[in-house]
Protein backbone atom coordinates (compact mmCIF):
# COMPACT_ATOMS: atom_id res chain seq x y z
CA UNK A 1 0.00 0.00 0.00
CA UNK A 2 1.35 3.16 -0.69
CA UNK A 3 2.82 5.68 2.14
CA UNK A 4 0.05 7.86 1.27
CA UNK A 5 -3.07 5.45 1.97
CA UNK A 6 -1.63 4.51 4.68
CA UNK A 7 -3.00 6.94 7.63
CA UNK A 8 -4.39 5.84 11.15
CA UNK A 9 -7.35 4.13 11.34
CA UNK A 10 -8.31 6.58 13.70
CA UNK A 11 -8.49 9.28 10.92
CA UNK A 12 -9.96 6.69 8.50
CA UNK A 13 -12.95 6.57 10.96
CA UNK A 14 -13.56 10.33 11.21
CA UNK A 15 -13.86 10.44 7.35
CA UNK A 16 -14.45 13.27 5.73
CA UNK A 17 -17.69 14.40 7.68
CA UNK A 18 -20.72 16.06 6.62
CA UNK A 19 -19.27 19.49 7.48
CA UNK A 20 -16.63 19.36 4.94
CA UNK A 21 -18.82 17.86 2.28
CA UNK A 22 -21.42 21.30 3.05
CA UNK A 23 -18.39 23.22 2.64
CA UNK A 24 -17.41 22.22 -0.82
CA UNK A 25 -21.18 22.17 -1.31
CA UNK A 26 -21.43 26.17 -0.72
CA UNK A 27 -18.00 26.60 -2.23
CA UNK A 28 -19.54 24.96 -5.53
CA UNK A 29 -22.19 27.35 -4.98
CA UNK A 30 -20.35 30.34 -4.53
CA UNK A 31 -18.51 29.72 -7.44
CA UNK A 32 -21.58 29.01 -9.73
CA UNK A 33 -23.39 32.71 -7.98
CA UNK A 34 -20.65 34.64 -9.44
CA UNK A 35 -20.90 33.50 -12.95
CA UNK A 36 -22.70 36.71 -14.39
CA UNK A 37 -25.60 34.46 -16.33
CA UNK A 38 -26.05 32.14 -13.25
CA UNK A 39 -28.48 34.48 -12.34
CA UNK A 40 -28.44 32.31 -8.88
CA UNK A 41 -29.81 34.17 -5.60
CA UNK A 42 -26.66 34.63 -2.99
CA UNK A 43 -25.81 32.06 -0.37
CA UNK A 44 -27.60 32.54 2.60
CA UNK A 45 -25.61 30.54 5.08
CA UNK A 46 -27.83 29.06 8.01
CA UNK A 47 -25.52 26.25 8.60
CA UNK A 48 -23.09 27.33 11.08
CA UNK A 49 -23.47 28.35 14.59
CA UNK A 50 -21.04 31.37 14.38
CA UNK A 51 -23.27 34.32 15.27
CA UNK A 52 -23.96 38.04 12.94
CA UNK A 53 -23.97 39.35 16.55
CA UNK A 54 -21.48 41.85 17.84
CA UNK A 55 -18.70 40.78 20.67
CA UNK A 56 -18.73 43.57 23.85
CA UNK A 57 -16.62 46.41 22.63
CA UNK A 58 -14.56 46.21 25.87
CA UNK A 59 -13.22 42.57 25.43
CA UNK A 60 -12.03 43.88 21.59
CA UNK A 61 -10.78 46.84 23.08
CA UNK A 62 -9.07 44.79 25.84
CA UNK A 63 -7.53 42.75 23.18
CA UNK A 64 -6.43 45.44 21.24
CA UNK A 65 -4.74 46.99 24.31
CA UNK A 66 -2.74 44.02 25.26
CA UNK A 67 -1.38 43.13 21.59
CA UNK A 68 1.65 45.41 21.36
CA UNK A 69 2.95 44.47 25.08
CA UNK A 70 5.55 41.85 24.67
CA UNK A 71 4.25 39.42 26.97
CA UNK A 72 1.54 38.34 24.39
CA UNK A 73 3.19 37.82 21.65
CA UNK A 74 5.28 35.21 24.15
CA UNK A 75 4.41 31.51 24.87
CA UNK A 76 1.99 31.35 27.72
CA UNK A 77 2.28 28.50 30.17
CA UNK A 78 -0.14 27.34 33.02
CA UNK A 79 0.91 29.76 35.81
CA UNK A 80 0.69 32.63 33.59
CA UNK A 81 -3.77 32.33 33.20
CA UNK A 82 -3.90 32.58 36.59
CA UNK A 83 -5.84 35.98 36.40
CA UNK A 84 -7.83 34.30 33.56
CA UNK A 85 -8.76 31.76 35.53
CA UNK A 86 -9.41 33.95 38.79
CA UNK A 87 -11.67 35.70 36.90
CA UNK A 88 -13.33 32.57 35.50
CA UNK A 89 -14.13 31.52 39.38
CA UNK A 90 -15.30 34.94 40.18
CA UNK A 91 -17.75 34.49 37.53
CA UNK A 92 -18.72 30.91 38.73
CA UNK A 93 -19.02 31.98 42.66
CA UNK A 94 -21.32 35.31 40.76
CA UNK A 95 -23.39 32.76 38.35
CA UNK A 96 -23.89 29.65 40.57
CA UNK A 97 -22.88 30.34 43.60
CA UNK A 98 -19.91 28.10 43.91
CA UNK A 99 -16.52 28.48 44.93
CA UNK A 100 -14.14 27.26 42.90
CA UNK A 101 -10.32 27.50 43.54
CA UNK A 102 -8.64 28.92 40.77
CA UNK A 103 -5.17 27.19 41.16
CA UNK A 104 -6.52 23.58 40.89
CA UNK A 105 -10.53 23.81 39.20
CA UNK A 106 -10.16 25.92 36.51
CA UNK A 107 -8.71 24.98 32.63
CA UNK A 108 -8.17 27.65 30.06
CA UNK A 109 -9.14 26.16 26.12
CA UNK A 110 -8.86 27.01 22.71
CA UNK A 111 -13.07 26.41 22.74
CA UNK A 112 -14.99 23.74 23.89
CA UNK A 113 -14.84 21.79 21.37
CA UNK A 114 -11.08 21.46 22.27
CA UNK A 115 -11.71 20.66 25.76
CA UNK A 116 -14.34 17.96 24.91
CA UNK A 117 -12.63 16.31 21.86
CA UNK A 118 -9.54 16.29 24.05
CA UNK A 119 -10.89 14.77 27.45
CA UNK A 120 -11.45 11.73 25.75
CA UNK A 121 -7.67 11.04 25.84
CA UNK A 122 -6.91 12.17 29.47
CA UNK A 123 -9.30 9.64 31.09
CA UNK A 124 -10.13 6.68 28.85
CA UNK A 125 -7.92 3.66 27.58
CA UNK A 126 -8.51 2.50 24.51
CA UNK A 127 -11.44 0.28 24.07
CA UNK A 128 -12.74 1.47 27.12
CA UNK A 129 -17.06 2.34 27.13
CA UNK A 130 -18.33 6.11 27.07
CA UNK A 131 -21.67 7.10 27.19
CA UNK A 132 -22.78 9.51 24.09
CA UNK A 133 -26.34 10.88 23.37
CA UNK A 134 -27.25 10.78 19.97
CA UNK A 135 -27.84 13.27 18.50
CA UNK A 136 -24.78 14.82 20.16
CA UNK A 137 -22.19 17.87 19.09
CA UNK A 138 -19.14 16.53 16.47
CA UNK A 139 -16.88 16.85 19.02
CA UNK A 140 -18.04 14.69 21.39
CA UNK A 141 -18.37 11.41 19.32
CA UNK A 142 -14.81 12.60 17.78
CA UNK A 143 -12.93 13.03 20.44
CA UNK A 144 -13.98 9.36 21.88
CA UNK A 145 -13.04 8.19 18.17
CA UNK A 146 -9.36 9.67 18.64
CA UNK A 147 -9.18 7.81 21.85
CA UNK A 148 -10.14 4.47 20.98
CA UNK A 149 -12.89 4.36 22.64
CA UNK A 150 -15.56 2.15 22.34
CA UNK A 151 -18.85 4.74 21.78
CA UNK A 152 -22.30 3.46 23.66
CA UNK A 153 -25.05 5.66 21.87
CA UNK A 154 -28.12 6.97 24.06
CA UNK A 155 -30.40 7.99 21.77
CA UNK A 156 -33.02 10.56 22.41
CA UNK A 157 -36.30 10.66 21.40
CA UNK A 158 -38.72 13.81 20.50
CA UNK A 159 -41.69 11.78 21.91
CA UNK A 160 -39.69 12.60 25.39
CA UNK A 161 -39.01 16.02 24.87
CA UNK A 162 -35.14 14.81 23.78
CA UNK A 163 -35.27 14.00 27.56
CA UNK A 164 -32.01 11.60 28.54
CA UNK A 165 -33.33 8.05 28.91
CA UNK A 166 -31.00 6.88 31.39
CA UNK A 167 -33.33 4.00 32.22
CA UNK A 168 -32.88 2.58 28.98
CA UNK A 169 -29.35 1.35 30.03
CA UNK A 170 -29.30 -1.76 31.75
CA UNK A 171 -27.26 -1.86 34.88
CA UNK A 172 -23.93 -3.87 33.08
CA UNK A 173 -23.86 -1.32 30.86
CA UNK A 174 -23.46 1.45 33.49
CA UNK A 175 -20.91 -0.80 35.94
CA UNK A 176 -18.78 -0.90 32.79
CA UNK A 177 -19.15 2.87 31.53
CA UNK A 178 -15.86 5.11 32.16
CA UNK A 179 -17.29 8.68 30.75
CA UNK A 180 -20.89 10.23 30.12
CA UNK A 181 -20.82 13.14 27.53
CA UNK A 182 -23.95 15.14 28.07
CA UNK A 183 -24.94 18.98 26.98
CA UNK A 184 -28.05 20.68 27.50
CA UNK A 185 -28.57 23.38 26.89
CA UNK A 186 -28.78 21.09 23.75
CA UNK A 187 -27.31 21.72 19.94
CA UNK A 188 -28.36 20.16 17.50
CA UNK A 189 -32.28 19.53 19.56
CA UNK A 190 -32.21 23.01 20.56
CA UNK A 191 -33.87 21.55 23.89
CA UNK A 192 -33.14 23.85 27.13
CA UNK A 193 -33.30 20.39 29.17
CA UNK A 194 -33.82 20.06 32.88
CA UNK A 195 -31.53 20.18 36.15
CA UNK A 196 -33.18 17.31 36.88
CA UNK A 197 -31.59 15.30 34.13
CA UNK A 198 -28.16 16.65 34.86
CA UNK A 199 -28.77 15.67 38.73
CA UNK A 200 -29.76 11.82 37.65
CA UNK A 201 -26.43 12.05 35.78
CA UNK A 202 -24.34 13.20 38.47
CA UNK A 203 -26.07 10.47 40.32
CA UNK A 204 -25.28 7.60 38.22
CA UNK A 205 -21.74 8.74 37.76
CA UNK A 206 -20.90 8.66 41.26
CA UNK A 207 -22.49 5.62 41.83
CA UNK A 208 -20.68 3.79 39.21
CA UNK A 209 -17.44 5.63 39.07
CA UNK A 210 -18.38 7.80 35.94
CA UNK A 211 -16.56 10.50 35.04
CA UNK A 212 -19.33 12.88 33.53
CA UNK A 213 -18.08 15.98 30.94
CA UNK A 214 -20.86 18.25 30.44
CA UNK A 215 -20.39 20.63 27.73
CA UNK A 216 -22.21 23.71 28.54
CA UNK A 217 -21.62 26.67 25.65
CA UNK A 218 -25.43 27.58 25.86
CA UNK A 219 -25.86 28.23 29.50
CA UNK A 220 -26.92 31.84 29.46
CA UNK A 221 -28.56 31.47 26.20
CA UNK A 222 -31.60 29.30 27.44
CA UNK A 223 -34.75 31.11 25.96
CA UNK A 224 -36.99 29.29 27.78
CA UNK A 225 -36.57 28.31 31.58
CA UNK A 226 -32.69 28.21 32.88
CA UNK A 227 -29.98 26.34 31.61
CA UNK A 228 -29.47 23.21 33.60
CA UNK A 229 -25.82 22.87 34.68
CA UNK A 230 -22.94 20.53 36.33
CA UNK A 231 -21.57 23.50 38.49
CA UNK A 232 -25.80 23.75 40.01
CA UNK A 233 -25.31 19.84 41.67
CA UNK A 234 -23.32 19.65 44.93
CA UNK A 235 -21.77 17.02 44.70
CA UNK A 236 -19.94 18.53 40.86
CA UNK A 237 -16.29 17.92 42.20
CA UNK A 238 -16.93 14.55 43.37
CA UNK A 239 -17.37 13.23 39.15
CA UNK A 240 -17.59 16.27 37.05
CA UNK A 241 -15.91 18.34 34.70
CA UNK A 242 -18.41 21.35 32.71
CA UNK A 243 -17.05 23.09 29.65
CA UNK A 244 -18.08 26.73 29.18
CA UNK A 245 -17.25 28.83 26.22
CA UNK A 246 -17.05 33.01 25.27
CA UNK A 247 -18.18 31.67 21.00
CA UNK A 248 -22.17 31.89 21.91
CA UNK A 249 -22.88 34.02 25.40
CA UNK A 250 -19.79 36.82 24.15
CA UNK A 251 -19.37 36.31 20.20
CA UNK A 252 -16.57 35.59 20.77
CA UNK A 253 -16.32 32.21 18.14
CA UNK A 254 -13.21 33.36 16.23
CA UNK A 255 -10.83 34.41 19.01
CA UNK A 256 -11.17 30.75 20.23
CA UNK A 257 -11.64 31.15 24.23
CA UNK A 258 -13.17 29.31 26.62
CA UNK A 259 -12.90 27.19 29.76
CA UNK A 260 -13.42 24.08 31.88
CA UNK A 261 -14.21 24.35 36.00
CA UNK A 262 -14.36 20.48 37.10
CA UNK A 263 -12.98 18.60 39.58
CA UNK A 264 -9.29 19.07 40.42
CA UNK A 265 -7.69 15.75 39.51
CA UNK A 266 -10.08 15.87 35.96
CA UNK A 267 -8.24 19.59 35.45
CA UNK A 268 -4.88 18.19 35.89
CA UNK A 269 -5.28 15.50 33.36
CA UNK A 270 -6.46 17.36 30.81
CA UNK A 271 -4.09 20.03 31.45
CA UNK A 272 -1.40 17.56 31.16
CA UNK A 273 -2.79 15.89 28.00
CA UNK A 274 -3.03 19.81 26.09
CA UNK A 275 0.28 20.60 27.48
CA UNK A 276 1.79 18.23 25.15
CA UNK A 277 -0.01 19.93 22.43
CA UNK A 278 -0.90 23.77 22.51
CA UNK A 279 0.34 26.35 24.70
CA UNK A 280 -2.66 28.09 25.63
CA UNK A 281 -3.90 31.58 24.04
CA UNK A 282 -2.26 34.61 23.46
CA UNK A 283 -2.60 36.86 26.97
CA UNK A 284 -4.00 39.28 24.72
CA UNK A 285 -6.88 37.27 24.01
CA UNK A 286 -7.56 36.18 27.59
CA UNK A 287 -7.15 39.78 28.57
CA UNK A 288 -10.35 40.19 26.18
CA UNK A 289 -11.99 37.17 27.83
CA UNK A 290 -11.45 38.85 31.43
CA UNK A 291 -13.30 42.12 30.00
CA UNK A 292 -16.14 39.80 28.78
CA UNK A 293 -16.53 38.22 32.13
CA UNK A 294 -15.82 41.30 34.33
CA UNK A 295 -17.54 44.20 32.42
CA UNK A 296 -19.81 42.84 29.89
CA UNK A 297 -21.34 40.25 32.05
CA UNK A 298 -24.80 40.47 30.92
CA UNK A 299 -23.76 40.42 27.17
CA UNK A 300 -25.67 36.86 26.75
CA UNK A 301 -28.99 38.70 28.13
CA UNK A 302 -29.74 41.52 25.18
CA UNK A 303 -28.74 38.36 22.85
CA UNK A 304 -31.75 36.39 24.02
CA UNK A 305 -34.13 39.51 23.21
CA UNK A 306 -32.57 39.18 19.55
CA UNK A 307 -33.00 35.49 19.44
CA UNK A 308 -36.48 34.97 21.10
CA UNK A 309 -37.59 37.44 18.39
CA UNK A 310 -35.28 35.86 15.17
CA UNK A 311 -36.69 32.26 16.38
CA UNK A 312 -40.66 33.29 16.49
CA UNK A 313 -40.11 34.96 13.51
CA UNK A 314 -38.55 32.28 11.59
CA UNK A 315 -40.85 29.70 13.41
CA UNK A 316 -44.20 31.80 11.79
CA UNK A 317 -42.78 32.28 8.44
CA UNK A 318 -41.60 28.40 7.92
CA UNK A 319 -45.09 27.39 9.45
CA UNK A 320 -46.75 29.98 6.48
CA UNK A 321 -45.04 27.79 3.79
CA UNK A 322 -45.99 24.47 5.62
CA UNK A 323 -43.28 23.70 7.30
CA UNK A 324 -43.91 23.10 10.87
CA UNK A 325 -41.19 23.77 13.67
CA UNK A 326 -41.30 22.35 16.35
CA UNK A 327 -40.87 24.88 19.90
CA UNK A 328 -37.14 25.46 20.18
CA UNK A 329 -36.53 26.57 23.80
CA UNK A 330 -32.94 27.79 23.32
CA UNK A 331 -30.81 30.26 20.73
CA UNK A 332 -29.21 29.43 18.05
CA UNK A 333 -31.21 26.67 16.42
CA UNK A 334 -34.06 25.64 14.78
CA UNK A 335 -34.33 21.80 14.29
CA UNK A 336 -36.61 21.11 11.89
CA UNK A 337 -38.06 17.06 10.69
CA UNK A 338 -37.65 16.91 7.09
CA UNK A 339 -40.79 18.22 5.09
CA UNK A 340 -43.14 15.76 4.43
CA UNK A 341 -42.75 16.21 0.37
CA UNK A 342 -38.82 15.54 1.04
CA UNK A 343 -39.30 12.23 2.65
CA UNK A 344 -41.84 10.99 0.13
CA UNK A 345 -39.43 11.67 -2.90
CA UNK A 346 -37.04 9.70 -0.49
CA UNK A 347 -34.41 12.33 0.07
CA UNK A 348 -32.24 11.47 3.22
CA UNK A 349 -31.15 14.87 5.35
CA UNK A 350 -27.74 15.17 3.54
CA UNK A 351 -29.38 14.91 -0.21
CA UNK A 352 -32.55 17.12 1.22
CA UNK A 353 -29.62 19.53 2.34
CA UNK A 354 -27.93 19.32 -0.68
CA UNK A 355 -31.14 20.06 -3.29
CA UNK A 356 -32.26 22.91 -0.93
CA UNK A 357 -28.95 24.87 -1.02
CA UNK A 358 -29.15 24.01 -5.30
CA UNK A 359 -32.67 24.96 -5.66
CA UNK A 360 -32.59 28.37 -2.98
CA UNK A 361 -28.97 28.90 -2.20
CA UNK A 362 -30.34 28.52 1.40
CA UNK A 363 -27.58 26.21 3.22
CA UNK A 364 -28.79 24.88 6.77
CA UNK A 365 -27.07 21.39 8.18
CA UNK A 366 -28.47 18.09 7.44
CA UNK A 367 -29.15 16.17 10.63
CA UNK A 368 -27.03 13.17 10.34
CA UNK A 369 -23.95 15.18 10.94
CA UNK A 370 -24.67 15.11 14.76
CA UNK A 371 -24.93 10.94 14.60
CA UNK A 372 -27.56 8.37 13.27
CA UNK A 373 -30.33 10.32 15.71
CA UNK A 374 -30.47 13.13 13.31
CA UNK A 375 -30.91 11.59 10.15
CA UNK A 376 -34.71 13.14 9.15
CA UNK A 377 -33.93 16.72 10.41
CA UNK A 378 -32.18 19.67 9.64
CA UNK A 379 -30.41 22.40 11.56
CA UNK A 380 -30.87 26.05 10.64
CA UNK A 381 -29.08 28.24 12.62
CA UNK A 382 -30.42 31.67 13.79
CA UNK A 383 -27.54 33.89 12.66
CA UNK A 384 -28.67 36.04 10.26
CA UNK A 385 -31.29 39.42 11.28
CA UNK A 386 -35.04 38.40 11.06
CA UNK A 387 -35.80 40.01 7.51
CA UNK A 388 -32.92 37.80 5.66
CA UNK A 389 -34.52 34.52 7.52
CA UNK A 390 -37.78 35.24 6.68
CA UNK A 391 -36.73 35.62 2.92
CA UNK A 392 -35.11 32.68 3.36
CA UNK A 393 -38.34 30.40 4.44
CA UNK A 394 -39.88 32.19 1.53
CA UNK A 395 -37.76 30.86 -1.02
CA UNK A 396 -37.21 27.56 0.91
CA UNK A 397 -41.14 27.52 0.50
CA UNK A 398 -41.47 28.10 -3.30
CA UNK A 399 -38.94 25.54 -3.36
CA UNK A 400 -40.75 22.63 -1.15
CA UNK A 401 -43.82 23.60 -3.23
CA UNK A 402 -42.02 22.40 -6.03
CA UNK A 403 -40.73 19.00 -4.65
C1 LIG B 1 -22.48 21.83 22.07
C2 LIG B 1 -21.34 22.61 21.53
N1 LIG B 1 -20.13 22.44 22.08
C3 LIG B 1 -19.07 23.12 21.63
C4 LIG B 1 -19.19 24.01 20.58
C5 LIG B 1 -17.97 24.72 20.12
O1 LIG B 1 -17.73 25.78 20.98
P1 LIG B 1 -16.35 26.54 20.95
O2 LIG B 1 -16.47 27.63 19.93
O3 LIG B 1 -16.16 27.05 22.33
O4 LIG B 1 -15.31 25.55 20.57
C6 LIG B 1 -20.42 24.22 19.98
C7 LIG B 1 -20.53 25.12 18.83
O5 LIG B 1 -21.49 25.19 18.11
C8 LIG B 1 -21.52 23.50 20.48
O6 LIG B 1 -22.73 23.65 19.94
Redesign the pocket.
Known amino acids: MPISERLSQRVAQLGSGVFARNDQRKLAYRRRQAEPAAGLPPLLDLS???TDLPPPPQAIEAIAAALDQPQSSAYCLQAATLPFREAVAAWAGRRFGVAVDPQREVLL????????AHLPLAVLNPGEPALLLDP??P??RGGLQLASAETVLLPLDPQQGWRPAFELLPSASWDALRLMVL?F????TATTGDQAWIDAAVARAIDHDIVLAH????VDLALDGEAPALLRHPDWRRCGIE??????GWCL?GY???FAIGAPWLITALGQLKAIVDFNQSLALQAGAIAALEQAPHWPEQLRQVYRERRDRMAAALGAQGWEVPHASMA?YHWLPLPAAARAGGLDSEAFCAALLEGTGVCLTPGNGFGPGGEGWQRLALVHPSDQLEAAAARMGAWLQQL
Do not use: I, M, W
Open positions: LGSLVGSQEGTCYSHGPHNPDNPYFFSFSKGRLAL
